[in-house]
């Protein structure tokens, strides 16, 4: 669909999009470039799985940008329409120059908007009328990824408000001999909150509390998916892969 | 006017006088430097690496034989500070990357220095030894036990002139105090306490004691859901004892009075300066997120570095900084592609002058600029192999953003985005400044007439 699909780097790309006259298609619009910023920052967010802690301010900030990207795809309605095209899974494959991205809000506003964003919104209300379950099926795509994207901090560090050490080696074993996917809120529920206060002093093993429950997710299967040609699954399949690999971490 | 040195930038003419490290194209990750730190009389200058070790250079005594030396900077120790560990729990990698290095002002023989990694503060001592005892009793010069059946005569040991050795010995350990990343460590004037602050708690020690610390700030909160910003960076009032600065990754500086609450995290003043929104794009917030922060040595200002700008505050004004200066603008249309490399979120030092009338930050292509707050003059200039001749003056270098390039000068898009200058130093009575090159310590002095 994109005429050029390939990833372009800002620093080449000015001058062979000013160049083409023909080619009013190969510059991506808003819309799209919007759409390669936000599959780069979730590709990022994955990638922050490594083997030493990954930078916290960075991820915050990429997460952010997320949040800032899903925030205004929703007040323009196209996040529900943006994912009919997508493939699914992110990847650097799809990613377009996102020259316009880098203009300031007043550049943009003096230049160039959309032509295919106001055709995306024709059809948008198109179905619409036609469809009023899509309506639902939007509104809680939207609402489910704010909560996942959330849940990556929770999950990441819940075992911090919550408390008994050994206790919670236990039920990570637990789980781990039970590998079932839903453990892992079990994992969580019955931990008392006490002794996290503590992860403020310093003594042996208080501090390092986090636990391991990277090692425990580590086996879980991926939550599966099931009609995956529905469009706020396909959005939730991207963000589920991202809270895995991101607990994991 | 003329305010003492360094104050009119055109007299001041900078001169390559060292460089250390090794020459080889390939650099091992372990020789990266990631910290440089001059003491509070600029006679020692320290240096951290990826690797976890310290070196310390000292200025050698000027000699009238060779005015034009200006006292050279030869290594004085090193030493192993940190090592790698491993998180069994999380089962993550500690990493043994200094990040920061602070002195503490001399108080005897000996020299003493924090140094931090991502989880662990040490104390290092490091000192002197120039002499030693000879003649023992109870064993012999090679220090093998003599038989005390075979001893008839005792004497005295006295002690013998040897050859300096330097030793660095660790005095404290303080450990387990942090979850997050330390990203900070400050010394307080009382010189009794010091800070360190990682993402989202900042702890007050003693010196003396490592098995506690004093959570003062907090900013974690209790539902991590509700996450958006973290701490960057901290330091405390240079003369204030009860006064500490911290920046966050929104851009805001919060000054904060311990002897209001035991925990600071009501701030007692807040600096932000208001977004411009002609200027509004998806990368407005992450180029506002302050990567350093400083007090000038007056204590009147503290400065501050986000990406693309370096800025003076004045204490005494909240809503916006007092002085802005753009380190490297023509970056600003190419944020998409230094958020792709990554780049966007590198962490540049600031430094002030000796006198506060100058500041230095580093940028990409091993360049450096330097802003003169009186003269409103600056400068860009380079830390390359290049331009390595002894006493060689410093060609001021330019960078070219659009249409025709003149000859001296370089295209945004040849800038080298590998080569960063993130950590610099100033001497702090002299014109003395050390800038961390990758794997290279560059020490430029001014040109002596």
């Not at chain 1, 997460?63 to 992110?90: K, L, P």
């Not at chain 1, 849940?151 to 408390?163: F, L, P, S, T």
């Not at chain 2, 390595?388 to 330019?398: D, E, G, Q, V």
């Amino acid at each position: 669909v994109f005429v050029r699909g390939l990833k372009r780097k800002c620093f080449d790309g000015e001058e062979d999009i000013e160049g083409t006259l023909a080619g009013i298609k190969a510059i991506p619009s808003y819309t799209l470039q919007r759409q390669s910023l936000l599959d780069m920052s979730l590709v990022k967010l994955q990638l922050c799985h490594m083997l030493v802690e990954p930078n916290l301010c960075r991820s915050v900030l990429i997460a952010n940008t997320v949040r800032q990207i899903q925030e205004e795809m929703t007040q323009d309605g196209t996040w529900q329409m943006i994912n009919t095209q997508s493939t699914g899974q992110a990847s650097l494959d799809r990613l377009v120059s996102t020259d316009i991205l880098c203009r300031s809000s007043r550049d943009q506003a003096e230049g160039k908007h959309v032509p295919a964003y106001g055709t995306f919104n024709k059809d948008f209300e198109g179905d619409q009328a036609q469809d009023g379950s899509e309506t639902m099926a939007t509104a809680s795509s939207v609402q489910t990824p704010r909560n996942l994207q959330s849940n990556v901090w929770e999950m990441e560090n819940a075992q911090e408000n919550k408390g008994n050490f050994q206790k919670s080696l236990d039920q990570i074993f637990e789980t781990l001999e039970n590998k079932s996917p839903n453990s892992v809120e079990d994992l969580f529920s019955e931990v008392d909150n006490s002794y996290y206060d503590l992860d403020t002093m310093l003594t042996g093993m208080m501090s390092n509390t986090k636990m391991g429950h990277c090692d425990s997710l580590e086996t879980f299967s991926s939550p599966t998916n099931t009609a995956s040609n529905s469009n706020c699954k396909s959005d939730l399949n991207d963000l589920d892969h991202i809270v895995e690999i991101l607990v994991e971490s | 006017f003329l305010a003492g040195f360094g104050s009119l930038m055109q007299d001041v003419l900078w001169c390559f006088s060292q460089v250390k490290g090794t020459i080889d194209t390939g650099v091992t990750e372990s020789d990266i430097i990631s910290t440089v730190e001059f003491n509070h009389t600029g006679e020692l200058l320290a240096t951290g690496d990826k690797g976890g070790r310290v070196v310390i250079f000292q200025r050698e005594q000027e000699s009238k034989n060779q005015p034009h030396r200006r006292g050279e900077y030869n290594v004085y120790s090193t030493f192993q500070s940190h090592e790698p560990e491993f998180d069994y729990l999380k089962s993550l990698e500690i990493e043994e990357k200094i990040n920061k290095i602070r002195w503490l002002p001399q108080q005897n023989a000996a020299y003493f220095l924090l140094s931090t990694n991502d989880k662990t503060v040490k104390l290092w001592k490091v000192s002197e030894r120039d002499k030693r005892p000879e003649g023992y009793n109870l064993k012999d010069e090679d220090g093998r036990l003599r038989d005390p059946s075979m001893i008839t005569v005792l004497r005295v040991p006295v002690l013998r002139p040897m050859d300096l050795m330097v030793e660095a010995t660790p005095r404290r350990v303080f450990a387990n105090a942090h979850t997050y990343h330390i990203n900070s460590i400050s010394v307080n004037s009382d010189y009794e306490t010091y800070m360190s602050a990682d993402d989202l708690r900042i702890n007050l020690w003693n010196f003396e004691i490592t098995n506690q610390s004093f959570n003062i700030v907090d900013i974690k909160p209790a539902n991590m859901e509700e996450l958006t910003e973290v701490i960057t960076a901290a330091e405390f009032h240079p003369h204030h004892c009860n006064t500490f600065v911290y920046s966050s990754s929104k851009g805001t500086i919060r000054l904060c009075d311990m002897r209001t609450a035991a925990l600071c995290d009501r701030h007692a003043k807040f600096f932000e300066e208001p977004e411009d929104p002609s200027n509004r794009s998806f990368f407005s917030e992450i180029i506002s997120s302050i990567s350093d922060v400083k007090f000038s040595h007056s204590g009147r200002y503290i400065m501050t570095r986000d990406y693309l700008t370096v800025k003076v505050w004045d204490l005494n004004m909240e809503n916006r900084p007092i002085e802005t200066y753009q380190v490297h603008d023509y970056l600003r249309s190419k944020l998409c592609s230094l958020y792709e490399n990554d780049c966007i979120f590198d962490k540049f030092e600031c430094v002030w002058n000796g006198s506060d009338s100058v500041i230095m930050t580093g940028s990409y292509n091993n360049f450096f600029r330097m802003f003169d707050r009186n003269t409103k003059r600056d400068v860009t200039l380079e830390a390359s192999r290049e331009n390595s001749k002894p006493r060689a003056i410093l060609k001021p270098r330019k960078v070219c953003v659009g249409g025709k390039r003149r000859k001296d000068e370089i295209s945004v898009d040849s800038l080298d985005f590998s080569k960063k200058i993130l950590h610099t130093a100033w001497h702090p009575s002299e014109n003395i400044i050390a800038v961390a090159a990758t794997n290279n310590l560059y020490i430029f002095q001014d040109k002596v007439n």
